[in-house]
């Protein structure tokens, strides 16, 4: 409570609202100890209401206002174990990206064009499922397959708390099925990757923009004459040492989002700051990873995470055994009840991890 107050008096502070980073710190804590200052107010609310209805109750002596004050006992009795594990969840720190927007990167993997379908697949999937969450979506790169669907699409992916619902489809997905080109009918096994990465934030990441070599070229895909007429697209190129293995790495970006190329140079350099943060985050996910023995959302984009079995009409997570035979409307875009059920699996590591 005492801290709740003190970084409400924080943020309002104009020396805190000129230090960006930590403004966003705190306004982020200020938001998550609001929601657990919520969930005290109903709790006590309810352990307040419960010794009242008890003690109206030994002094009522009309049957039907007993009756209302029963149901109104049994409603705030049935609510306070559901608020206890709410506030216990909410006492564990939870992951500082989940808010976060991404960048979202789906490849066909093994299976040649069989497996480029597939990532098309995928992507119409997520994007299916974005729109039901309100979620805004914008390719900025692409490379489409020989027969269709694509060998590489990344795009960005902003709303509210994306990177916390998104984390848990990073991993390999592989499909069994007859592809349209199998004259036997024998089914086939293909798999693409998928790396949910949380985008970084100017002040998340430094970037010695000087020392970036640009390129540009002409987009290619749809569009009409100016496509082929006008260099719009941008390819950054920046040596970068990783603190990690202490050696060099160079790093390549290319965006062919727009037609104005200060555009596309504008979220070229908003990439390339993601996958430097992302590479730093992902020591933060070992970390995490190294002290549990399961984790549901590792971030090991290597790890088999789904598959997608066609001919059975199933899809099975294999982190959590979770099965259903509802494959056309999951490919639909109705994921959130896989999503969910990862979550629960995560949030019940997490309390076992504190001891709550």
């Not at 502070?13 to 109903?42: C, F, H, N």
């Not at 990167?105 to 497996?115: L, M, N, Q, S, V």
């Not at 979506?137 to 489409?144: C, P």
């Amino acid at each position: 409570m005492a801290r709740f107050e003190e970084v409400s008096t924080l943020i309002t502070d104009p020396s805190v609202i000129a230090d960006q980073k930590r403004y966003v710190k705190l306004t982020k804590e200020w938001k998550d100890l609001g929601k657990l200052m919520d969930a005290r107010k109903e709790y006590m609310g309810c352990l307040q209401n419960v010794a009242d209805a008890k003690e109206m109750m030994a002094m009522e002596d009309d049957a039907e206002t007993k009756e209302m004050l029963r149901e109104e006992l049994s409603q705030s009795e049935a609510r306070i174990p559901q608020l206890e594990e709410e506030i216990k969840l909410l006492l564990v720190p939870a992951d500082p990206e989940d808010d976060k927007n991404i960048v979202l990167e789906i490849r066909g993997g093994t299976g040649g064009d069989e497996a480029a379908l597939f990532a098309g697949d995928l992507f119409r999937m997520y994007s299916k499922y974005f729109e039901t969450k309100g979620w805004k979506m914008t390719v900025s790169n692409f490379n489409e397959g020989a027969a269709g669907g694509y060998k590489e699409i990344v795009c960005t992916v902003t709303g509210e708390g994306v990177y916390g619902i998104m984390k848990y489809e990073s991993g390999v997905h592989r499909v069994q099925r007859v592809p349209a080109t199998e004259t036997q009918g024998r089914v086939h096994t293909s798999a693409a990757t998928v790396a949910v990465l949380p985008e970084a934030e100017e002040f998340d990441v430094v970037i010695n923009e000087g020392a970036i070599k640009w390129d540009t070229f002409r987009s290619s895909g749809a569009g009409g004459q100016n496509v082929n007429k006008v260099e719009s697209g941008v390819r950054a190129r920046y040596m970068w040492r990783n603190p990690f293995t202490n050696e060099d790495e160079e790093i390549l970006v290319e965006c062919t989002e727009t037609r104005d190329q200060p555009k596309n140079k504008e979220r070229a350099l908003a990439r390339l700051r993601t996958f430097i943060y992302d590479k730093e985050h992902q020591k933060y996910l070992d970390d995490i990873a190294s002290k549990r023995k399961t984790m549901v959302s590792t971030g090991d984009r290597s790890a088999k995470i789904r598959t997608y079995n066609y001919p059975q009409g199933r899809i099975t997570d294999h982190r959590i055994g979770y099965t259903i035979y509802n494959l056309p409307a999951f490919m639909d875009g109705q994921i959130q009840d896989c999503i969910d059920h990862l979550i629960v699996a995560e949030n019940a590591e997490r309390l076992k991890e504190a001891e709550l």
